[in-house]
């Protein structure tokens, strides 16, 4: 378990068009040997097939990672998009989430192999046949596991501030506020690579919070202001606007993306690239606080190169809390009740509420349900 | 009026003023066309209702023909609310107007007044008095022919002439005409060959029509067209392989100029680096005229950030004005400096990149020690936010409180969203510029813009310059 390692990665000025702020993250020194770029299809909807199960999803479009096993610069984005596109209106079928195209090539989905880990999360099901499970529980885990999110141009007013966002000449990567809450991140090793995957960020996936948030009010500029009383000269006036931007900078990552940053993240390794690793991460699942999932790649220091983040709703953080808090005790209901301290028939009723009233046993659930309701 | 009165009207007919300069109710980089549209309407409703006087006498202003067109539109649409007096001024300025505008915006005006049902009196002598001074009433009949037509039929007026009534309104059944224009388009409806002596939008149907290929039909209209139309076609006829739609660069107006200039790709920009070069320098000291030489050391900041990109509708209109700008200020300083937001130096391969760091270069500018400032930008700084306001306030508050340097900013986007172009600072003037030709006159605008003019300095202003545009400059 540790947290996200964006050194190397500045927080330039933000850019704020109604209730989204976006906060571009700036490179001094690019990573030359990966790249990264689109591959599009044409489908809507695709279909991962692994082993006996398929995992039905919209997918806008995939990452194909380029790697040199040498470190010398790797050849920039458009040349290698080989692969030939599927007909119009027929099911695509991407073999997997994650898979190698060549030998120094990688084709993934964004957000599907972060998504992929959390819809996992403890699918087996209870893992004891305690008697209060539900035969379906037992026998078919949480399968199916289904969750909702809102394609990028369905959140309000995030298109048109993606359209007007001025790019930086050096920057490598974005973070999105909507209504200052942290709804994406998203990193990349080179300048390039961003300028032409900028435009992905509204097929992205968001969030039902983030959904909802995009209709608040719109948020206010953090606007430089000056103590004219300090500045006697034009030098004065130039060490003074560096200033300001230190102190925004030191904002930013303290407190605006302090819940993406000091989080601690439970990380799953999927595949190795030369000296490059891809993975996902899980975040603690703390309610009432931010939690993100995501996907890497990281380098062998373990510096973030590709970053993107998914950030859960409160009733997914909610059953993901539910589901760490089962397994910790074995699927138990009384010991897990007894560990959140509360009683068992709350712990039912919770879970029902959370979504996974099928998983109880009708009957024991109904038990749960007449108790309540006579001891208000 | 009250002082406070009087204070918020120059204000806002100042804010008319950039408004009517810059607002063309098209889709801008940060707005919508229907958002402009609206904002813009608005304004003109609020300013008719309030300063009638001030608002008739905007048409003398340097404002754009979109706005123009609404002006007078408005003016006429409420004739019955003006005294005698400001009829008899209205009037005359709507004329004088109606003489610089492009003929096909008046036809459009009259088009619109025809189904906004204005036909008053006034109207029909406005209508009257502008045809009879077209110099050429059978080329009017067959350029803007369905035009004239409804102009004509709104207004009952006679024709021109027995012929041009004939042929607009009659059926013709291959009937000769004695006028030789209106006979080439009898004939071009089957004589192929007769077509290319007819203005360029007309005899484009009846290529069309003809089934000829358009590379062709270009080179051999070349002759024909209008000095715009031939910058227009350029990229088309390269592109369809008409080989000579020769272009004199040398004659075409700043602006215009640098707009095709950044229509050209980096490669052929660089090839003809010498050719282009010449022609702005050319078209910035003509525009510069008695003025060239006399500002003193110049330093401008230019803003080709992202945002400069402009519209679909607007392509690279910012940019293209800032360049025109770089220009023609190197024409009117002797000494003069060009800061570039992205930080670049070389002007002419200039294209539309990156952020909008307007707080350090203005730094950078007054470093340099210029007698005049002049910032030509879009007014959305963000690279920090807010930093070219306060840099602005603190040297006026406290490192030049005399005004030793002049600073001036220039806007050439209307902001839909605050009914104005968008300012950087209150401590500096901003106004809307539309062609960079204009930017000595508005330079002179400016200094009524600081936020503290009297109403009685204004009025007398734009009584001067009513004066001076209705006895034809």
Redesign the interface.
Known sequence: MTGLDLSGLTAGPAQVRGGVRLVPLLRAHPVPDLRLHAELYDAELGVVEFGRHSYTSYIPHGFVADWSGDGTPAAAYGTQLTTDRPDRMRLHFPHRMVRRLDRNRLRFLPLHLASEGYLSLHFGGPVIAWEEWSRRALRNGLSPRAEQAYRGVEVNGLPDALRVFEIHPDQCGVLIYVADALAAAFVLPHPDDYRVLHPSLVQDLYGELIHHYSFHPPVDEFRVQLRESAIRSLDDLRLHAAQQEQTWRHFHDTTLAGGLLDSTYMWERVYRMGRFTLSRFLPPFRPKQDNHIGETITDAKGRVVYLKTFRLAENQVRRGYLLNRLADADWHLGDTADQLGITEDQLGLRLNSAGFGHLLRRDVLDGYRARARRSP | MSVRGDRLAAEDVLLFANASITATGQRE??SGEAHQRLSLGFLHDYVLGNYRDLYTATLALDINDHNAGLIIRRLLESAGEASDAQRRTEGRLIARRLESLPPQRVYRLFRELRTAGVNNRRTRAIIRDWLTTRPDPALDAVKYRNALKLALRHTHLAPPSEEVGAFLFASHRGKRFTTPLLDTWREAHYAKNRLYDLPFTVAEGFAARHGIDRGEFLERIAPRLTRLERLRLQNSARRHGAGSVPMDLERMPLTRLASYVLSLPLDDRARRRTELEEALTAAARRAAGTESGRWGRVTAVLDD???SSGSTAKRRRPLAVALASHYLLRALATEYIPLWT?GRADALLNYP????PL??RI?DA??TGPDRLVLVSDGWD??????A???L???R???DPDGRVDIVHLNPVYDAGDFEVRRLSAAVPTVGVRDAEDLPALVELAHFATGHTELSELTSYLAARTRGFLEGR
């Open positions: 980089f940060h950030s992202f945002s992205s990149y990156g952020v909008t707080g350090h730094i007054l470093d963000n690279a920090p936010p807010g930093l306001a306060e840099v306030r603190v040297w508050s406290h490192l």
